[in-house]
């Protein structure tokens, strides 16, 4: 038998989802089966960040702080997910329990790609997290949008797969391995720098992890999926696939293509300009707050895609703290959204928010940190994301780029603050009921202190990045 013990939080996570699979059939109250499925997350955040990590079966699963980081954002995912998802799946009649069993899968396979040291492995786990979102985005049977998000995701994500496999075939073929750090160590010893085939490999990674993470030109199917998908499951994939998709990105280009970083340096710069440019000016035409956030999604990976293209340790840490603190002020925006949410009443439109702070005033205090900070308007912590990003592009000598990414930062002022102009500028149209259930209130309150905190403390969370890159990407 291997050493389990550093796949221990993942062993724990399944039983999770098994075990609330069951309990589904025996508890009638939904609500409990979510209490029971954030009480199991705690636990398996507990077992994850106590695991002694190392690696196992042969290298092809690594435990290490790299890992640790990421599974630490999505456990905090699910778990803000969840909360803010109690409330949103009674009102759309979607209340089963294989609802959270499914966002637990998902997350698993998320975790397997982070700790991924062998590209069948990261495989594995990008389609154990990718057929669960699938089901997730098609949840509302009823709701044509949801079906056609369902079934969108499923063609393109399976076309995105494809890229990585054929990657996956062509350098094992080179290489004779499909060890991560096997693959390193073969391209430097043989000398395979310049090699057509390997950049062709490069070329097919880009492809398929540019899918996973919306950058474009490869985001087409974010828009239309984020908008159909229940609000909650879009506030849930902005987040974890896509940290899920830079931490398989990170690992690949920066250990097993270390060597050519010259060659998809050249590649991933004009992506991430093309991200920022697409999400940032299609977003201002947006009248759906949720396809908004999807341009505005698709403009942050942009932004965190200069991290990885430094090829610096400081570039990898910096773009991991970008992670986390995307996660707080995006689910925060998100829950803002899901608390308008109520019978006959949608709010994702941008004119229903017109007079919020009138008529709700934390509310609308709320949904102006979010977009502050989505925006990168100090002090929040979207700012000090952004600046560690961009501090660390400039050290490693891409002033140009980081002048490009503060263009398309200050043009995303404008469709975030016309949220804000809405809703403290305009008078209400119509008489919007909130119901804040102690779960929501909860959510809301963790996002906005994490946002104003991080924003005023910044250096805990970037030395944690730091810390959690040592003697990793090396």
Excluded: C
Excluded at 422 to 436: I, N
Aim: glycine letters at 8%; zero cysteines; proline letters at 3%.
């Amino acid at each position: 038998m291997p050493d389990i013990g550093p796949i221990i939080p993942e062993i724990a996570i399944t039983a999770l989802a098994l075990l609330i699979l069951i309990a589904d059939l025996a508890i009638k109250r939904k609500e409990t089966v979510a209490f029971l499925s954030i009480i199991g997350v705690v636990g398996v955040a507990y077992l994850t960040l106590t695991n002694i990590g190392g690696f196992t079966f042969g290298g092809m699963f690594i435990s290490d702080g790299y890992s640790t980081f990421f599974k630490t954002i999505f456990l905090l995912n699910i778990t803000l997910s969840i909360l803010i998802s109690v409330k949103y799946i009674i009102i759309e009649k979607i209340n089963l329990g294989e609802y959270y069993s499914l966002l637990l899968f998902a997350t698993t396979g998320m975790m397997i790609m982070a700790s991924a040291g062998d590209l069948i492995v990261l495989y594995l786990g990008l389609e154990l997290m990718a057929l669960s979102t699938y089901v997730l985005a098609g949840f509302m049977k009823y709701d044509r949008k949801s079906n056609e998000a369902a079934l969108k995701y499923f063609l393109l994500g399976a076309f995105s797969s494809a890229f990585l496999l054929y990657g996956t075939s062509m350098i094992y073929g080179l290489t004779g391995t499909t060890d991560i750090k096997a693959i390193a160590k073969y391209i430097t010893e043989s000398g395979l720098q310049g090699n057509q085939t390997l950049l062709l490999v490069m070329i097919l990674f880009a492809v398929a992890f540019g899918f996973k993470i919306a950058a474009a030109p490869f985001h087409m199917w974010a828009p239309d999926v984020y908008e159909g998908a229940p609000t909650s499951i879009t506030a849930f994939m902005s987040v974890g696939p896509k940290a899920a998709g830079f931490a398989a990105l990170g690992r690949v280009f920066m250990i097993a293509l270390g060597s050519i970083h010259v060659d998809w340096s050249a590649i991933l710069i004009p992506i991430a300009i093309l991200t920022m440019a697409v999400g940032n000016i299609i977003a201002i035409a947006q009248t759906n707050i949720k396809r908004m956030l999807a341009y505005s999604s698709i403009a942050h990976a942009g932004y965190a895609l200069i991290g990885i293209i430094t090829g610096t340790s400081e570039g990898i840490a910096s773009m991991m703290n970008y992670l986390l603190i995307y996660a707080f002020m995006n689910i925060g925006a998100f829950a803002v959204v899901i608390m308008l949410r109520s019978e006959g009443f949608k709010g994702e439109d941008i004119t229903d928010y017109e007079g919020l702070a009138k008529t709700h005033p934390v509310a609308g205090a709320l949904m102006l940190i979010f977009m502050f900070s989505l925006t990168g308007i100090p002090p929040t912590a979207g700012f000090i994301g952004k600046f560690y990003i961009f501090m660390s592009a400039i050290n490693a000598g891409y002033t140009g780029l980081v002048i490009v990414a503060v263009i398309f930062s200050a043009i995303s002022a404008y469709f975030y603050l016309r949220i804000v102009m809405h809703m403290y500028m305009r008078e209400p149209k119509t008489e919007v009921t909130l119901t804040t259930p102690p779960a929501m209130s909860l959510t809301l309150t963790a996002t906005a202190m994490a946002v104003l905190l991080i924003g005023i403390f910044p250096s805990t969370f970037i030395q944690l990045a730091r810390v959690a890159v040592v003697g990793v990407l090396e």
